[in-house]
């Protein structure tokens, strides 16, 4: 397994459904601490126009970074999220709709 697989799989939880790579983790961190910084400055100390920056720069910036993201992890294969995914006992899983009353 290379950089490439590690940063860019999907990551599968417990209920099998893909949840967001290790690159998107990591571009969501840089993103938000680069904009939150650039939005102190220009706010001039004052929270609710911060506030307002860092909403305004980081979600074109986010939602264009994912799709990159997702471009480049085309074709990899989902891993698991932590491994003790693959521990859980899948026989006793119950569906979701298992509790409604006939």
Known sequence: MGIK???????LDHR???T???A???FFIIAMIGCGIWSWDLSQSNIIVFLCLLMLTSTPILSFGWWLISI???GIEPRVLTESV???DKSKKLPIHSFRKP
Not at 5 to 11: C, H, K, S, T
Request: glycine letters at 4%; a positive charge.
């Open 86 to 88: 693959n521990n859980l």
């Open 72 to 74: 480049v992890s085309k």
């Open 16 to 18: 099998g459904w893909s």
């Open 5 to 11: 697989e590690y940063l860019f799989a999907p990551r």
């Open 20 to 22: 967001p790579s290790e």
């Open 24 to 26: 998107s983790r990591l």
